[in-house]
């Protein structure tokens, strides 16, 4: 390394000597143009890493200045003023700055992803421009976003295609993605790949860790992964040490986290007019009086009092890597913890992690092995989200604002307006008990032999996981009906064991303009696991630091359970791959999966997929075409499969709950019988995807991408019809038809203005429509979704999306009773009977002169049609500056926050806007305590609003002290960042966010918003 680094130096010096004498003969000659010193550092972009042997060209009169850089970066030109220089290194962008006057010039240099970038495909890797399927990588820059606390997060508007919803704004919730739209009623999950090994999600991941994350949405790309990638599959990389890059690296972070926003809920002087003017609509008595609602004032503002102000949020990383040419290494510590901005601490998420990656090389790279182990600790506390009938927020938001906090005696206000599951929700939080946390501990290895063109390679890994969760039950009375007798406690503890190996055998060659690749392989996996759970009531002491099983004594009170499970899978794959001169390139892959999950007669599934591609600007006729630097065409078919669902769906189970049977007075037995019917030919989804694809990069600045695709998913497994005579639940069963089909556009922009200023910006947008094919159960529909006093929300049937909102529609308010005459059938049957001026109209659609569910009909989609994302950021000088916007659009949400069961609930302030009085409103009803019309009871596109949104996500601005360089500092930047700063949208809930399964998404029961943060931090590397 040293005579290297001597070699260099010299080389160094003589370029340098060169290009002096040469400027001096130029001057000589009798040039009378001004020769000024140009210096400064040349510098990774991304990594502000110094560059070695950076070619440096003048552009000018003189064509023969050049230099290159030293082994510091540095270097040193004397050219004339006017010109311009080109900075070229192999792996980068070159570049080129105007050279006007001399000094100090810095150059930071870009790598050229787009033309030498390798990235990961399914068991293995390849160059991104002989790719042929459509794959979306993410930048590490992405996954270091501030705030991020699971790495799928990164997705969220910088994948086009890929729709990213947030279950939660609750510390440690999931989110919601689906890839290319929902093609089943089961999971819509993607498929995650860690290092290849594949994971059942990657919330334990910490994003510090990744390398590197690719999305895979054809069918193409994700059918090497056969029967698990019908939803898409993400592929991620973890950070592994350089040779010869010792480093030391520390990321911080701490910030402060506030609701985005509240709801607009009418305070008590507001809410007892409004229970009054309903009582009157109604009949029945005024419950309050003038005199006391002028004493009422504002009174309890419940969505603040149930609010944890400034809640923290921090997140600290700690790695060393480093190696040489026999081995490298990447070791990491890291914690993160975010407090919920609901509920002080019972809403809490902490996560600590340790990893180590370890590879080392033999007998000159012919044999290389490796490790990758890492040990992740969750912790969580939570509390009840979107669920109306219960939990603090519903009861935020549906308890009436007269009843205090606490009453006269220091105890819990309990309100005597509102009742039944709607309490005081501060008393909800502080009588709320409960923990849960996980230990995963993943342990992978591998071994390689290369020799030849053929590389063996073998991976084996476990995961283990160990979870347990707590539950105490104090004594309380939080009204006359939510209340307990006895104190309880329970405990579930569980263990599951997941084991797998994947050997693969890959030729690779070259003969002239001709390569070509082949690689075969196996996997098996297995996983095994239990689980056990307890109860009792009657606890000694009625303190949660007693919440112990051994201590309750209540006789009769406890329960236990406890299952097992065991699971197989064995595939078989392999893949093809050729491409002449890198124009043309041709990939075939296929895949053979089993598993125990189907029925004997169907136990195997085959995936095939082919793909080809056409890099049309490596053709000579284009040579002339200056301007385009990257034009490649893509086209792909194939088929991929989903087994998300429970196991043993095929057989028919013996159930026992519920069979209790009694012999004489006192002798009991257990009964036992058939559950479901049997099904042997059950077998897998299959989603089959045709796409066409262009990438582009031209004018030297801009890149783009498009894909069309169409995606039909084929054996949807859904509850067949089976014979009333059978007497058993009927099957699982393949018969249905989901199909997704769209397009998707990603532009980019990437330049270098002046000296020390780049600009970098980015957008996509991806439009998606889904249509149900064909149900083929009896009914030849599905239904799901619910509210209290109303079913059946949403409807999945042929010619529509799936999942749509399944409601009555409505036609306005009456104004008058000669309109209520009015309305009438074809056959002069009265509608709305019972209906009085200020009611909505509901429409009968099949005139039958009756307002029923048989009138119900699509009322629109809770799934996104389009999805979007921008990214802006620019660097001057030291300083750094970005900001994320992203949004969906073309979907609705059903708002169900107010308990419209409970007549006395609070509302929103959108009430105001309601019919009271002829022409005072056409789309809000009057407010009544009796509703015999059914205006707030009946499912209809009432209670429908349009959930589009644009949201900056973040905007963070930074500043990197450059000169702690000369004291061995690589780097050290400190920033600001503000997450969830701007949200805009017509909906009137929290979060225009709202996900669930695809027969309950979109309704809206009271979701966790997201919380608006400030973050300080500091990236420090050595």
């Known amino acids: 390394m040293l005579i290297f680094m001597n070699k260099v130096r010299v080389l160094s010096v003589l370029l340098l000597f060169c290009s002096c004498c040469s400027l001096v003969a130029q001057q000589q000659s009798g040039g009378s143009t001004a020769v000024v010193t140009v210096k400064g550092i040349v510098t990774d972009s991304q990594t502000g890493e110094a560059l070695i042997g950076v070619s440096i060209a003048y552009k000018g009169t003189d064509t023969t200045i050049g230099t290159v850089t030293d082994i510091d970066g540095r270097y040193s030109i004397n050219v004339p003023a006017g010109g311009t220089l080109t900075f070229s290194y192999v792996g980068y962008a070159p570049r080129e700055v105007r050279v006007t006057s001399g000094g100090d010039m810095n150059v930071r240099l870009e790598s050229d992803s787009e033309l030498d970038e390798v990235i990961v495909i399914g068991y293995g890797v390849q160059k991104k421009s002989l790719v042929t399927g459509a794959i979306t990588s993410i930048s590490v820059k992405d996954l270091e976003q501030t705030g991020l606390m699971r790495a799928d997060q990164a997705m969220q508007g910088r994948v086009p295609g890929v729709t990213v919803m947030n279950n939660s704004g609750q510390p440690g919730a999931a989110v919601s993605i689906r890839i290319r739209g929902a093609g089943t009623n089961n ?31 054809d069918a193409a790309s994700a059918a090497i992964y056969g029967a698990q990638g019908a939803n898409g599959v993400v592929l991620i990389t973890t950070k592994k040490g350089k040779d010869g890059e010792n480093r030391i690296e520390y990321s911080g972070s701490y910030g402060v986290q506030n609701p985005r926003r509240y709801l607009d809920l009418l305070d008590a002087t507001s809410y007892a007019r409004i229970m009054n003017e309903s009582a009157y609509n109604s009949g029945k008595a005024l419950p309050y009086t003038e005199a006391e609602i002028a004493s009422f004032g504002k009174g309890t503002d419940w969505q603040r009092e149930i609010t944890n102000k400034n809640a923290p949020i921090t997140n600290h990383q700690l790695s060393i890597s480093g190696g040489n040419k026999k081995y490298i290494y990447n070791s990491s510590l890291s914690y993160f913890m975010q407090e919920g901005i609901i509920a002080p601490k019972k809403s809490k998420y902490e996560r600590y992690t340790a990893r180590l990656n370890f590879e080392s090389t033999f007998f000159n790279g012919i044999l290389k092995v490796g490790t990758t182990s890492d040990v992740s600790h969750v912790k969580r506390q939570s509390i009840a989200s979107n669920q109306g009938n219960s939990g603090p927020i519903s009861s935020a938001i549906n308890i009436d604002p007269i009843t205090p906090v606490y009453d006269d005696m220091g105890d819990f206000g309990i309100s005597p307006y509102v009742a039944t599951e709607v309490v005081n929700p501060v008393a909800r939080i502080y009588y709320t008990h409960g923990s849960s946390s996980y230990t995963r501990i993943n342990l992978m290895g591998f071994a390689q032999l290369s020799y030849k063109g053929f590389t063996l390679r073998s991976n084996i ?92 004594k209540t006789q009769g009170s406890d329960g236990a359970g406890g299952s097992t499970f065991k699971q197989a899978f064995v595939s078989y794959f392999g893949r093809m791959s050729y491409d002449f001169d890198s124009r043309y390139m041709l990939t075939a892959t296929f895949r053979a999966d089993g598993s125990y999950r189907f029925g004997p007669n169907n136990r195997f599934g085959y995936f095939p997929s082919v793909s080809a591609g056409w890099n049309v600007t490596n053709e000579k006729f284009m040579k002339s075409a200056k301007w385009l630097d990257i034009l490649k065409f893509r086209v792909s078919w194939g088929q991929t499969g989903n087994d998300a669902l429970d196991d043993w769906q095929y057989v028919s189970t013996i159930g026992t709950w519920g069979k209790t049977y009694y012999f004489g007075d006192d002798e009991q037995a257990i009964g036992a019988s058939p559950g479901r019917t049997a099904n042997p030919d059950l077998k897998w989804e299959t989603s089959e995807q045709l796409n066409i694809g262009i990438d582009a990069r031209f004018l030297g600045h801009f890149t783009t991408t498009i894909d069309l695709y169409r995606k ?305 931090g500091l990236n420090l590397s050595f």
Not at 479 to 498: E, I, L, R
Not at 826 to 831: E, P, R, Y
Request: with cysteine; aromatic share 14%; net charge negative.
């Open 712 to 1016: 039909t998913t084929k054996d949807l497994l859904v509850i067949v019809p089976a014979p009333m005579y059978i007497g058993n639940q009927p099957p699982w069963g393949n018969a249905g038809s989901v199909r997704n089909q769209g397009i998707e556009f990603s532009l980019g922009y990437r330049k270098d203005l002046k000296k020390d200023w780049s600009i970098d910006v980015s957008g996509n947008i991806a439009y998606n429509q889904n249509k149900v094919l064909e149900v083929g159960n009896e009914n030849g529909y599905i239904t799901g979704g619910s509210m209290i006093q109303m079913q059946n929300l949403l409807m999945m049937e042929p010619g529509q999306p799936i999942g749509y909102f399944y409601l009555n529609k409505t036609l306005g308010v009456f104004q008058n009773q000669a309109q209520i005459d009015g309305y009438r059938s074809s056959d002069g049957t009265l509608i709305q009977p019972k209906a009085k001026p200020g009611d909505l109209i509901f429409k009968d659609r099949n005139d039958d002169g009756v307002i029923d569910i048989l009138d119900r009909e699509y009322c629109g989609s809770p799934h996104p049609k389009f999805n979007f994302g921008l990214n802006f950021s620019t660097k001057f000088k030291s300083f750094d500056f970005s900001m994320f916007w992203t949004g969906l659009a073309g979907y609705k949400i059903f708002n169900g926050l107010r308990r419209w069961d409970l007549q006395t609930s609070n509302f929103q302030t959108t009430v105001m806007n309601r019919w009271h009085g002829e022409g005072t409103s056409n789309t809000y009803p009057r407010v009544t305590s009796d509703d015999q019309n059914g205006n707030f009871t009946t499912a209809s596109d009432f209670f429908l609003e349009d959930g589009s949104f644009l949201r900056l996500k973040d905007i963070s601005l930074g500043y990197t002290f450059d000169w702690l360089k000369r004291y061995n500092v690589r780097q050290c930047r400190i920033y600001v960042s503000a997450l969830n700063l701007l949200t805009f949208t017509k909906y009137t809930g929290y979060e225009p966010e709202v996900t669930g399964g695809v027969l309950s998404q979109g309704i809206d029961r009271g979701v966790y918003t997201q919380p608006k943060t400030f973050t300080v």
């Open 461 to 552: 890994g476990e995961v283990i996981n160990y979870t347990e969760s707590r539950g105490y039950t104090p004594l309380y009375r939080l009204n006359s009906s939510n209340f307990t007798n006895s104190t309880g406690v329970s405990k579930s503890m569980a263990q599951n064991f997941y084991y797998n190996n994947d050997n693969t055998l890959t030729y690779a060659n070259k003969i002239d303009v001709h390569n070509f690749s082949a690689m075969i392989g196996n996997s098996v996996r297995t996983g095994n696991g239990t689980d056990v759970s307890a109860s009792k009531q009657g606890l000694l002491y009625d303190d949660p630091e007693y919440a112990y099983i051994a201590l309750a």
């Open 187 to 217: 999971s819509t999950d993607p498929l995650y790949v860690v290092d290849g090994f594949i994971m059942g999600n990657i919330e334990s991941l910490n994003p510090g860790d990744i390398e590197s994350m690719e999305v895979l949405k």
